[in-house]
Antibody
């Protein structure tokens, strides 16, 4: 079955950095776009970024553009999110999700359980 | 403030039919399909409806989706206690060039 397992979260000071990872299993990772989505405390879901199946053309939400970088290693079936210049408002649970694109349909069909990033001094 | 607007809460008794609305604009719901997700805190969100009305394999037909104009809705029939969760709508926004979500609706089964 499809599994996505995130790691790399933790407590970091404002201005700090982290690298989040997501390891996939149960499907051909090479064939799918992947995405990062976060949920801030007490609030809803916010899409952050997606990357194509071959790692080209990453897309970012304006709120993280220039600070976050998405990448993938298909040989390791892994998705990454480098988060820099962290702000208190980046405190959230970060989810990776498999992103299905079959125009006109597009959707996140499987999600991981998330990794918590806390930005605080 | 979320781009898509959902009621913050909804409730029903077991066996009832409940509907959750999602309102957007011409740049998102008006042009693109809507997806719905179910989320229990501490767990992985689950895809319930994609392309506005399609159900993934394994999702019960008690869940159904519809879209009209710049609004969409999720209907849950035969309400069960296990349906108590947060529900989110989502759509691609052509103007923002990104995915937008509703603020979520917390469903309580009384």
């Amino acid at each position: 079955q499809v599994q996505l397992v995130e790691s790399g979260g933790g407590l970091v000071k404002p201005g700090g950095s982290l690298r989040l990872s997501c390891v996939a299993s149960g499907f051909n990772f090479n064939d799918y776009y992947m995405s990062w989505i976060r949920q801030t405390p007490g609030k809803g879901l916010e899409w952050i970024s997606y990357i194509t199946s071959i790692g080209s053309y990453p897309y970012y939400a304006d709120s993280v553009k220039g600070r976050f970088t998405v990448s993938r290693d298909n040989a390791k079936k892994s998705l990454y999110l480098q988060v820099n210049s962290l702000r208190t408002e980046d405190t959230a649970v970060y989810y990776c999700a498999r992103y299905v694109v079959e125009p006109p349909a597009a959707y996140f069909d499987f999600w991981g359980q998330g990794t918590l990033v806390t930005v605080s001094s | 403030q979320s781009v898509l607007t959902q009621p913050p809460s909804a409730s029903g008794t077991p066996g009832q039919r409940v509907t959750i609305s999602c309102s957007g604009s011409s740049s998102n719901i008006g042009r693109n399909p809507v997806n719905w997700y179910q989320h229990l805190p501490g767990t992985a969100p689950k895809l319930l409806i994609y392309s506005s009305h399609q159900r993934p394999s394994g999702v019960t037909d008690r869940f159904s989706g519809s879209k009209s104009g710049i609004s969409a809705s999720l209907a849950i029939s035969g309400l069960q206690s296990e349906d108590e969760a947060d529900y989110y709508c989502a759509a691609w926004d052509d103007s923002l060039k990104g995915w937008v979500f509703g603020g979520g609706t917390k469903l309580t089964v009384l």
